[in-house]
């Protein structure tokens, strides 16, 4: 028997946060070609903050298998002794964690947590749609869980889980992978997939702060693991945490701006963000795009991206992945129509409708050059830009 051939380094989407990655990761894996995993930061996860120094066994298992929307368990799952309702087995009765569990049943209690919520169906692999905990067989997600488990540094910890999955995609498909702040730790990715394609798609930075004022109350409401952890949904926590936030948006109101209390903070990271995205373009390193051109331009814009990435960019490919990965399709709703979901409006300039005056002169003091850079004007509709990466390449190709 031939051997499998050796698979393609995966596609990294690497942000920005709430700038349209979840749309990106749908689109590539609406294409025949790809595949995709959903969101899960691997690197982060596994590495911590900066990719680089490998966390504890149960930290990286705990962020793989627990919180991150790859596996989407709620935070009160976390909680200490919260797994033992779950377990089938009486001999494991006296494990204090999850994540101490030999594979098959930390795997099965897993699956146990998730039925329980009503979300246990497995539907295998659903062709043009990123793949979750749920889409892969419970042997492939063990030895996922043991080479987390077992790796020895960050990089047998990414290869070894997305080795032990590979068998789950369909097959001859090109993975793609999607960390919504992943290019904080970009120089450890690059130095770890030097050869793999990386991404960012970049949203007007005040369009994202929207989209992340309503993101953070969405996940508070269903109470996801990645976004707090259970401690936080102790009523006497609970409470005093919405006091402190409705008392900082008094006095914000007093001083005239509106309600989202860390619109300062999202902007000035935003202005981070992209300071280091511009950068890794100017050295070759990133593909950047913006959201507002695949909005304004899907074919256009998608197939620039496609024919970087030296895949299909027939018209009807990318016609069906248009349609597939629609607004429309993907929410059920019209575009522009709000909904309490993660897709919520998918409609560029909001941000002139929900910040005040004052906040939108604090988003342009934060971040203006960085708006500026990416063709974002202090007062409407974005004007050209074009990747320092696409100049560059534009330039070799005259030499």
Known sequence: MNPRPAAPDPVFIVGLYKNGTSWLLSALAAHPE????????????????NGRNLLPPAQRLANVFGKSAFC????????????????????????????????????????????????????????????????FPPLLLEQAFTALRDAKNPGAAVDGFLATLAPGYPAGKRLVLKGADQVLCFDALQHLKPAAPKIAIVRDGRDAAVSAFHYRQLMRQKRMAWHHGYLSYMRPVDLLREAGIRSIQSVRHIMGYGDDWRLGRSMSVWADRVRRVLAAAERGELYVMRYEDLLSDFETTFTGLLTWL???????????????????????????????????????????????????????????????????????????????MAAKLGRRSKN
């Open 34 to 49: 790809f595949v995709g995993l959903r969101e899960l930061d691997i690197l982060r996860a596994v590495a911590g903050r």
């Open 72 to 135: 989407a368990l709620r935070a009160e799952k976390l909680a200490p002794n919260a797994f033992h309702g779950h377990l089938s087995d009486p001999a494991f009765s006296l494990a204090r964690s999850l994540y101490a569990l030999p594979p098959h049943i930390a795997i099965e209690v897993i699956r146990s947590m998730l039925r329980a919520e009503g979300r246990g169906n497995l539907h295998g692999v659903i062709e043009g749609k990123p793949m979750g905990f749920l889409n």
């Open 310 to 388: 030296g895949s299909d960019v027939s018209p009807s490919t990318v016609a069906a992945v248009a349609k597939a990965s629609s607004f429309e399709a993907m929410s059920g709703r019209p575009r522009g129509v709000s909904g309490e979901d993660v897709m919520r409006r998918g409609v560029a300039g909001a941000w002139l409708d929900e910040l005040n005056r004052r906040d939108q002169t604090l988003a342009w003091r934060l971040a203006g050059p960085e708006l500026a850079a990416m063709g974002y004007g202090r007062g409407g509709a974005p004007g050209p830009f074009r990747s320092p």
